[in-house]
């Protein structure tokens, strides 16, 4: 589905550049009538000069629209011509270049959509948009979407205090994003998924599934696909979401301490096949890392444990024998030993209780090593 930029955002709050000779025929068409048309669009002589003859700054989009009409050039036309655009009265850094017009819904513009419910915003105090993310891979992805949907679009990342990167956007970017899906709010508890994402087809579902994942989803050893926010009704949307894909879901629960809403996604090979039918069409949508726990559930499920005494105690052999080279935690030694994390955890209770193992919390993980005893 494309947009034009003037069905994309209202076209009265944007301004733009045009390509110099396609300015220049401009100028050339209304140099003999400036007074007769500042007149007839009620506008400031000095502006049309200004915007064709002296050609020193931008020009309203509402007006370049009007003069365009006027001259009978195709508004199609026009806007092919457009080298940058941008919210009014900004500074002309904070536009879009060389921008891919006319605007197109995609599963990529869609998720960056996704993005911005779940881990970004467009705040009501009027500053730019931004997206959070604390992998890189990922938010190297979110600005190439960007790039995709938009164009050259100028953009910050920086680092916070709690060693996460914040990509800061041009407000309008989240403008359109608002305005061309519908959305009534970014607010962390007032937010729906808008009704035009429900409408849409099935590759722009997918995309925003896999990106709230992305964002609000964990997936852990065990095979727990979780999703959760602050704001039931947006939970509910995204899992009312998931159902129309075809993931199977639980229902939605609260945690009372938090008022935190989640609930998981019990269809995991459904999930997988939905991840590699993205892989090759819109490779920009990825789980990473959450997609690779979710692959080795599956490589644990190839080396099923004995189910006997001497197979428990098999398995704690291989978690000592494991140990002898370095410490560790729960996700590495289940990553090597293909044993599921909620097993392994009972294994070092008893073994951390024997004192044949020792615990140390380093930052917010728990490592394990052999104790002095063994």
Not at 60 to 83: A, G, V, W, Y
Not at 200 to 222: H, P
Not at 259 to 282: A, C, P, T
């Amino acid at each position: 589905m494309k947009i034009h930029l003037w069905d994309a955002y209202n076209p009265k709050k944007m301004s733009v550049d045009l390509d110099k000779k396609f300015k220049d025929k401009i100028s050339e068409e209304i140099n003999q009538r400036i007074y007769e048309l500042a007149d007839k669009f009620n506008i400031i002589p000095a502006r049309l000069y200004d915007y064709f003859i002296y050609q020193n700054a931008p020009i309203p989009l509402d007006i370049l629209i009007s003069i365009s009409k006027f001259l009978k050039i195709p508004l199609n036309q026009m806007e092919q011509n457009i080298t940058i655009y941008k919210q009014m009265f900004v500074p002309i850094k904070n536009s879009i270049k060389k921008p891919r017009l006319p605007l197109e819904i995609t599963p990529y513009f869609t998720s960056i959509l996704a993005n911005l419910f779940f881990d970004g915003s467009v705040p009501k105090d009027g500053k730019g948009t931004y997206y959070n993310q604390k992998n890189k891979k990922i938010m190297n992805d979110f600005i190439e979407k960007i790039k995709n949907i938009f164009g050259d679009v100028n953009y910050s990342v920086v680092v916070d205090h709690r060693g996460v990167l914040k990509c800061r956007l041009p407000r309008i970017i989240g403008e359109i994003c608002k305005y061309i899906y519908n959305v009534e709010s970014f607010g962390t508890f007032d937010a729906r998924i808008p009704k035009k994402i429900f409408e849409l087809s099935r590759d722009n579902k997918i995309a925003f599934v896999l990106t709230g994942i992305i964002d609000e989803g964990s997936i852990s050893y065990d095979g727990q696909i979780f999703f959760g926010v602050s704001n039931f009704l947006l939970c509910e949307d995204f899992r009312r979401l998931c159902n129309e894909i075809g993931l199977k879901t639980t229902k939605i629960n609260k945690n009372s301490s938090t008022n935190h809403y989640y609930f998981y996604i019990k269809s995991r090979e459904k999930l997988l096949e939905l991840i590699d039918y993205f892989k090759g069409r819109f490779f920009l949508i990825s789980l990473d890392y959450k997609e690779e726990k979710l692959r080795h559930y599956f490589e644990i499920k190839k080396h099923p444990g004995l189910r006997t005494k001497k197979g428990g105690d098999e398995r704690k052999k291989r978690i000592l024998n494991s140990l002898k080279q370095k410490k560790k935690n729960v996700n590495e030694l289940s990553k090597e030993l293909f044993l599921l994390p909620r097993s392994i955890r009972k294994h070092l209770k008893i073994l951390v209780k024997s004192k044949n193992i020792l615990k140390e919390k380093i930052g917010a993980e728990t490592y394990f090593f052999l104790g002095v005893s063994h």
